[in-house]
């Protein structure tokens, strides 16, 4: 490692203990970052680096909630609200038993290069909490996101920090949070984003982030001459992701042949296609997280505990979590003919695995093949600012060319040979700039 990456991350590291999953993600934008930095002294001098790895502000709050048997149950919430130099804070809320604040962090930094890689004004945040829907009633559900709301309402508004989903929060949590939101305030206002399509919400919002990805990779065959058309394609997860990116792939002539949840993976040799990609939508509202249930419906193949990482194909698009695909997944897919790996998730790929198939293969990282979610949700506050509604095919429209653009901005800066792009790197730039810039116009706050 680079000495003043290692300097760097040493401070870090010192400063935040134990929080993994951030110094994770703070490492790898760092290593593309820094050389850049060392070009343009006048970020060293007002040490955006420092200052940008720094959340703006962290909220921690308890949720308490009554459960049908009338107990009382405590979880913890948080809104990490971590830069607003180009935008209100945007990000999604995440609930998950394994939501922490190394977690929320990672993903908070995260989506500062991310939504600024959308061209859109939006600043960086996240927030989430530890509540495990696993075996919920609908009505504990949204006693729970009531009860989160309740503390949440006074740190968010549409001018100031506007959430939406990410794993365990979607269109039914939405309109929970939001109804809540809306009691408190007395408002009807864009504070969230994926709202219902009659109450504010956009179109094409639920489909974004898969058709956005799908998208990208179009991108990244387009400079090797090829096509989707034909591509077998390993997908994980079974959420609104995967759901998305089936879709998209199936309308583009390529086969999804695996979905995967907590509980092992299904193969699906004829391809995930028509009425069975929106099981994914039942599958999802059932509370079970689980993938068994496609297998047993479709008489299908299921590898229980395991990750579809080793079925031959052409394209692997991790759709779930993060490090869902390691250094070994990498080295197996690429012995198996794979050559492209898209992070859809969240920093899906360990660092060893993301640099493996940069250099073997292609890679796109998570923050600019997923931004697609956010970018829509962009536009549903734009929408909601303007009260009027676009028609599919306009959303459609814009999303595909934001996504263009993020391509066309990664080969900007990450290209390194005729016949190399090094997305991480140009990803990774790109996002920063953008947003260094406005805070060194912005002063030292
Ligand atoms: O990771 C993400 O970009 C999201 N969960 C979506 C965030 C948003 O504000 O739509």
């Not at 830069?83 to 604040?101: C, D, E, M, Q």
């Not at 059932?286 to 194909?313: I, L, M, T």
């Not at 959303?395 to 066309?408: A, C, F, G, R, S």
Request: net charge positive.
């Amino acid at each position: 490692m680079d000495e003043s990456v290692k300097a760097f991350m040493e401070k870090v590291i010192e400063r935040n203990p134990g929080e993994k999953e951030f110094h994770q993600a703070v490492q790898e934008v760092v290593e593309s970052i820094m050389p850049y930095i060392e070009k343009n002294p006048k970020y060293k001098k007002a040490k955006i680096l420092e200052r940008i790895i720094e959340p703006e502000r962290t909220i921690m709050f308890r949720v308490p909630w009554v459960d049908d048997t009338g107990d009382i149950q405590v979880n913890r919430g948080y809104r990490v609200e971590f830069n607003s130099a180009i935008g209100p804070y945007k990000g999604g809320l995440r609930f998950h038993p394994s939501v922490t604040l190394s977690i929320l962090k990672f993903l908070g930094f995260e989506q500062i290069f991310k939504n600024s890689l959308t061209g859109l004004p939006l600043g960086g945040g996240k927030g989430g909490s530890d509540f495990n829907a696993r075996g919920k009633s609908d009505m504990e559900i949204m006693r729970f996101c009531q009860s989160f709301m309740m503390e949440l309402y006074r740190h968010v508004g549409p001018n100031t920090d506007v959430p939406a989903g990410d794993i365990g929060v979607g269109g039914r949590e939405i309109g929970y949070l939001y109804g809540m939101y809306k009691k408190l305030r007395n408002e009807f206002t864009g504070v969230l984003t994926g709202k219902g399509a009659n109450w504010g919400g956009s179109l094409i919002r639920p489909e974004a982030t898969g058709f956005g990805g799908v998208y990208f990779v179009q991108e990244m065959l387009k400079t090797k001459n090829e096509t989707l058309k034909g591509k077998t394609v390993t997908l994980s997860g079974f959420g609104n992701v995967a759901w998305g990116a089936a879709l998209k792939l199936e309308q583009l002539g390529a086969k999804v042949v695996t979905l995967s949840g907590p509980d092992g993976y299904i193969y699906d040799k004829d391809g995930v296609k028509g009425d069975k990609i929106n099981y994914l939508l039942d599958m999802r509202a059932s509370n079970n997280d689980r993938v068994e249930d496609y297998a047993k419906k479709y008489k299908v193949p299921f590898y229980p505990g395991k990750r579809p990482w080793d079925v031959k194909c052409d394209i692997a698009m991790p759709c779930a979590t993060q490090n869902e695909l390691d250094e070994t997944d990498a080295k197996t897919l690429i012995k198996n003919g794979c050559k492209l790996i898209a992070e859809v998730s969240n920093m899906g790929c360990t660092a060893e695995a993301a640099k493996l198939a940069t250099e073997k293969i292609m890679f796109a990282p998570g923050k600019a093949i997923n931004a697609g979610g956010v970018a829509v949700s962009g536009l549903e506050m734009t929408q909601n600012s303007m009260r009027l509604r676009w028609t599919s095919e306009e959303v459609d429209k814009q999303l595909h060319q934001i996504m263009t653009t993020i391509h066309d901005s990664c080969v900007k800066y990450g290209r390194i040979s005729k016949d190399k792009i090094d997305y991480i790197k140009g990803a990774n730039i790109a996002g920063f700039v953008k947003v260094a810039d406005a805070m060194l116009d912005q002063g030292v706050v």
